[in-house]
């Protein structure tokens, strides 16, 4: 069975340009998750996904993050202007139960 | 803030020991959980324990949760090289759904 499918893995920009980050979640898990997650830290939640309804964005930075999930399969997660301190590691997980599986994330690096 | 604290925040032994991470939370839980993160990749699952569980075994890991105390310990009996890695607990709130992820232990196993 194929994991939690993430691209890019590596992305590098420049500030105030736009970014976008995709997921492939595990078949048939209806439920989805984008962390955020820096160095030496452990995941924060973004942004939580109920097949295509989020239920959960309270922690999204609304004002440059927005996030879709169409067909409530897989999801894209954008940051437009990005910032010097968007630097981090973006991880994407999904479950059908307690358990969540992660992809291996996409490292951002905002010069 | 929700998120757990871990102890210690590093972790150097020698193959062969065994190695104690403990974590702490301050919500009410539904369960607490234990991920592993190898250097550049995403976490993967160890083990859940729920609130109504005091200690769970699995393999080599032994995870025991204190409710009253809000604490859990995971104890890795003769760790080996490929260990190595920072385990990270999450414990599930049973006031939000959310997992909330602490901010790691980092283990190194010399061989």
């Known amino acids: 069975e194929a994991g939690v499918v993430q691209s890019p893995r590596y992305k590098i920009i420049e500030k105030k340009q736009p970014v976008a980050f995709w997921c492939n979640p595990i078949?048939?898990?209806?439920?989805l998750y984008w962390y955020l997650q820096n160095l030496g830290q452990g995941p924060e939640l973004l942004i939580r996904y109920e097949n295509e309804e989020a239920v959960d964005d309270s922690q999204l930075p609304k004002d440059r993050f927005s996030a879709e999930r169409l067909k409530g399969v897989d999801s894209t997660l954008k940051i437009q202007p990005a910032e010097l301190g968007d630097s981090a590691v973006y991880l994407c997980a999904s479950s059908q139960g307690d358990t969540q599986y992660f992809g291996p994330g996409t490292r951002l690096t905002v010069l | 803030s929700q998120q757990g604290e871990e102890d210690p925040q590093a972790l150097s032994i020698q193959e062969g020991e065994n190695a104690t991470m403990n974590c702490s939370y301050k919500?009410?839980?539904?369960?607490l959980q234990w991920y592993r993160q190898n250097s550049g990749r995403g976490l993967v699952h160890l083990i859940l324990i729920r609130s109504n569980e005091r200690e769970k075994h699995s393999g080599r890991l032994r995870v025991t949760l204190d409710t009253s105390k809000k604490s859990s310990s995971l104890l890795i009996t003769a760790s080996r090289a490929a260990d190595t890695a920072s385990y990270f607990c999450a414990h599930g709130s049973s006031n939000t759904g959310k997992l909330i992820f602490g901010q790691g232990t980092t283990l190194q196993v010399k061989p």
């Open positions: 919500t009410s839980i539904n369960n």
């Open positions: 078949s048939g898990h209806n439920t």
